[in-house]
T-cell receptor
């Protein structure tokens, strides 16, 4: 089945140690998104790509960066994770045209030691 | 900013219909209403969406008021597996607009 895959499901890193989360899709969708979701809160959009065009949300910290080397893959880089960055990180895709909905992966839960 | 307001939580008896309301009083003519749900520790799952007509699929029905300022998601026969957080999102259907902004959602608990 076509889908959005996030690896790993659980990631542990040390305070201040860079970490990269990955997302891949087999849907061939134009748009890929990264959301941060903290406990008992709604997903918060960090940024999205339309093809190679990057769109950052105004309140996304500079500590968060993203790369999209090709249509299928997108990465979230956290340069110097702090304790407040512990969260679930969700990747999603959408076709980018019409009214078609987003498709989500199951997320990567990031813990900071 | 999210353009929707939803009750924080609701309970529903198993086998009964669950009716989840959403207020989107500032909705524009070109904005669709989407519903997603999120079961604990999983990614959000798409349920249904609509513009102005009522919609039905195998999961749920979506009723949009004539003025489009509110909508209701109906799960016709709720089961324990429908316990989840339900999010209502509005998004413009225009070229160049791709953002889906989540509101706070409704935590639905289906009771045995």
């Amino acid at each position: 089945d076509a889908m959005v895959i996030q690896n790993p499901r659980y990631q542990v890193t040390q305070f201040g140690k860079p970490v990269t989360l990955s997302c891949s899709q087999t849907l061939n969708h134009n748009v890929m998104y990264w959301y941060q979701q903290k406990s008992s809160q709604a997903p918060k959009l960090l940024f999205h790509y339309y093809d190679k065009d990057f769109n950052n949300e105004a309140d996304t910290p500079d500590n968060f960066q993203s790369r999209r080397p090709n249509t299928s893959f997108c990465f979230l880089d956290i340069r110097s994770p702090g304790l407040g960055d512990a969260a679930m990180y969700l990747c999603a895709t959408s076709r980018g045209t019409g009214d078609q909905p987003q498709h989500f992966g199951d997320g990567t839960r990031l813990s900071i030691l | 900013d999210a353009k929707t307001t939803q009750p924080t939580s609701m309970d529903c008896a198993e086998g009964r219909a669950a009716n989840l309301p959403c207020n989107h009083s500032t909705i524009s003519g070109n904005e669709y209403v989407y519903w997603y749900r999120q079961i604990h520790s999983q990614g959000p799952q798409y349920i249904i969406h609509g513009l102005k007509n009522n919609e039905t699929n195998e999961m749920a029905s979506l009723i949009i008021t004539e003025d489009r300022k509110s909508s209701t998601l109906i799960l016709p026969h709720a089961t324990l597996r429908d316990t989840a957080v339900y999010y209502c999102i509005v998004r413009p259907y225009t070229s160049g607009t791709y953002k889906y902004i989540f509101g706070t959602g409704t935590r639905l608990k289906v009771l045995a």
